[in-house]
């Protein structure tokens, strides 16, 4: 996922994206917790994601403010 697809997106479906990127990263960090992980770079992976969701929407706010 990059930053140009997600800025195609509606705020609507960035929350939506958003909500699903946060219960990966909780499965993730549960499945790290119990020992079941395979690749901790998911963890990674999934937290930088969701600050890029965040930031598009942050600027999707922005411009619609101004």
């Keep these: 996922m ?7 997106k ?5 929350r939506e994206e958003l909500a699903n ?3 990966e990263s909780f499965n ?5 917790a119990t020992g ?6 998911k963890i990674r992976e999934a ?3 969701a600050a890029r969701v965040k930031t598009i929407l942050n600027e999707k706010a922005k411009a619609a403010a101004e």
Excluded at 36 to 41: G, S
Aim: proline share 3%.
């Design 36 to 41: 079941q992980l395979e690749n901790a770079a």
């Design 21 to 23: 990127l946060k219960k």
């Design 28 to 32: 993730l960090r549960f499945q790290a």
């Design 47 to 49: 937290r930088r994601n």
């Design 2 to 8: 990059n930053a140009n697809e997600l800025r195609e």
């Design 10 to 14: 509606t705020p609507d479906q960035l």
